[in-house]
């Protein structure tokens, strides 16, 4: 019996065809968070829109209060609200007063929410969320609340300038000391009475001139610190640390101390060299005192 014949078949691949895919584009998604107007360009207000108290404004009103926490609003005019409500306390804080007039200008600008609206949550500008005075003013306002640490470096930086100054000044009105004489040699009486009028006028001069003397290198550097601090200062600052931001009122004390404490850091240096500068000229200065007294 003849073996059987195996035919192989060659096994049919069906083609894979290279299609292009098409993706559904998705549906637009809102997201902008919850209590947020839609139609409200927040970012453009953040950049340009805020409420820009100027610092002289700013000085203008914390001197009003002098110490005090609150100012009496009685006898003034009362502006109410739709729901009946008084726009204005009986007595408010600096810090109520600015946050006031804040949601006032930005309410005019903008329509999306009155001072009571914001402090009711019932705002356009952030449904449900019920704003402090202290919210308000960081929100709507160029304020920022302020620390020590951060008012004492940054008034640290801003001294630079006027620092370099004194000690570049100082040092200019020491060399230009040390060009002038010294006199400190006493001017005897001559016991005629006339000649001693015009003694005791040139005994007054010479102390003058001594103590102008002794002066001078402290004038040159007090007036070239001056003069850097009132044309460098803020910009120098400003240049590394951004734009300066007024202070929410409650911490102004706060931010005073951190610069009062910068201010002493930032010149001590130069209280140890201009003690040994002066030395001799004190010297100097006193015995020629001495000298027209005695």
């Known amino acids: ?121 019932t705002s356009k500008f952030t449904k449900g969320l019920k704003f402090t005075d202290e919210m308000i003013l960081e929100k709507l306002t160029n304020m920022e609340e302020k620390g020590f640490l951060a008012s004492l470096g940054r008034r640290a930086v801003a001294n630079v300038p006027s620092s370099i100054a004194f000690g570049t000044g100082f040092a200019a009105g020491k060399k230009f000391q040390s060009f002038l004489p010294s006199f400190t040699q006493k001017i005897p009486m001559s016991g005629y009475r006339p000649m001693d009028a015009v003694l005791k006028t040139l005994q007054a001069g010479q102390t003058a001139y001594t103590a102008g003397r002794f002066a001078l290198p402290y004038i040159s550097g007090i007036g070239a610190s001056i003069f850097a601090n009132v044309k460098a200062a803020e910009p120098f600052s400003e240049l590394f640390l951004g734009e300066k931001k007024l202070p929410i009122p409650e911490s102004y004390p706060v931010m005073r101390r951190g610069e009062a404490a910068a201010d002493v850091l930032s010149f001590t240096p130069y209280v140890f060299f201009a003690d040994r500068a002066s030395t001799n000229m004190l010297t100097d200065y006193s015995s020629v005192l001495k000298q027209n007294v005695c």
């Open 1 to 121: 019996m003849a073996d059987p014949v195996i035919i192989e078949t060659e096994e049919f691949v069906e083609p894979v065809v290279e299609t292009e895919e098409f993706r559904v584009p998705p549906m637009p998604v809102d997201t902008t968070p919850d209590g947020l107007d839609p139609n409200f360009d927040y970012a453009e207000f953040n950049k340009s829109g805020r409420v820009n108290f100027s610092p002289e404004y700013f000085k203008d009103i914390m001197t009003l209060y002098k110490g005090r926490k609150n100012l009496s609003n009685r006898g003034a005019r009362t502006f109410r609200n739709k729901e009946g409500q008084a726009e204005l306390p009986e007595s408010y804080s600096a810090t109520q007063a600015f946050a006031i007039q804040a949601a006032t200008e930005f309410n005019k600008k903008t329509g999306m929410g009155s001072y009571q609206e914001l402090k009711n949550g």
